[in-house]
T-cell receptor, first 113, second 114 residues
Framework: QQQVKQSPQSLIVQKGGIPIINCAYE??????FPWYQQFPGKGPALLIA?????SEKKEGRFTISFNKSAKQFSLHIMDSQPGDSATYFC????????????FGTGTRLKVLA | DTEVTQTPKHLVMGMTNKKSLKCEQH?????MYWYKQKAKKPPELMFV???????INESVPSRFSPECPNSSLLNLHLHALQPEDSALYLC?????????????FGQGTRLTVV
């Protein structure tokens, strides 16, 4: 119940395409869902996060869609660029929890020029 | 400023050495974390400090010893490590004790145990 399932494992898109990364969870107590971007040899950088009271959040070219009833959320990257090539992790945590962020397994994205 | 600073960036140590990793943040965050990340895997939680007290130890071997000298600093003391401990060690911080707030990661220390 503590898992966050992330798919796909890897993704290749052309420049300008819209890669979509999906995550699913079981524990309805989760109430915070961040996405992190990580470049090789670097730490994860917080991209965007959402709480269950909204269904969509946009920040620049990044959009999170959230479906509470389906217990799923996804990251869309608009007008993707080669510089977006990185590993993306979704995560989940709960306000009544113990400071734990449950991470998905990661998606390696490659954007071709 | 959302910066978490980790030093050193790279560390090579022998199995009999003692070394320390350091982490610093000046965002006024009261929760600080150590994570371990192996290649192509997500970060794995090791320790959490909340208000300078250890609140979570994820059954980490005693050869890893955390320390939180004050609200801005977090150390990880390493002793008698094994080659399988080679990984990227990440420090993170978040504003409060509630886990449903943003966590900011440092750039990590790439540790190689020889």
């Amino acid at each position: 119940q503590q898992q966050v399932k992330q798919s796909p494992q890897s993704l290749i898109v052309q420049k300008g395409g819209i890669p979509i990364i999906n995550c699913a969870y079981e524990n309805t107590a989760f109430d915070y869902f961040p996405w992190y971007q990580q470049f090789p040899g670097k730490g994860p950088a917080l991209l965007i996060a959402i709480r269950p009271d909204v269904s969509e959040k946009k920040e620049g070219r990044f959009t999170i869609s959230f479906n509470k009833s389906a217990k799923q959320f996804s990251l869309h990257i608009m007008d993707s660029q080669p510089g977006d090539s990185a590993t993306y992790f979704c995560a989940a945590s709960m306000s009544s929890g113990t400071y734990k962020y449950i991470f998905g397994t990661g998606t390696r994205l490659k954007v071709l020029a | 400023d959302t910066e978490v600073t980790q030093t050193p960036k790279h560390l090579v140590m022998g199995m009999t050495n003692k070394k320390s990793l350091k982490c610093e943040q000046h965002m006024g965050h009261r929760a600080m974390y150590w994570y371990k990340q192996k290649a192509k895997k997500p970060p794995e939680l090791m320790f959490v400090y909340s208000y300078e007290k250890l609140s979570i130890n994820e059954s980490v071997p005693s050869r890893f010893s955390p320390e939180c000298p004050n609200s801005s600093l977090l150390n990880l003391h390493l002793h008698a490590l094994q080659p399988e401990d080679s990984a990227l060690y990440l420090c993170a911080s978040s504003p409060s004790g509630a886990s449903n707030t943003e966590a900011f990661f440092g750039q990590g220390t790439r540790l190689t145990v020889v």
